[in-house]
């Protein structure tokens, strides 16, 4: 499992966003984003790169991991 701190979630199309790219990169892997703490949970078979860099992709900043 991918627990990651992101920058620039701030609204449940953002949120849409991140789970659209995620499953295009990630097919399979189950996506939950918090938008009050900023943090996208991946579990599956993910690998880290690859997640990512699908969610820079979208356009936001993955700034490490979450607690």
């Excluded at 449940?12 to 790219?21: E, F």
């Excluded at 399979?28 to 860099?53: H, P």
């Amino acid at each position: 499992m991918l627990n990651l701190k992101v920058e620039g979630i701030t609204c449940g199309g953002c949120a849409s966003s991140i789970k659209k790219a995620l499953a295009g990169a990630a097919p399979g892997s189950d996506v939950v984003v918090n938008i009050e703490a900023g943090e996208v949970k991946v579990t599956g078979d993910a690998d880290r790169k690859t997640v990512v860099a699908a969610i820079e992709g979208a356009g936001f900043d993955v700034v490490g991991d979450a607690a």
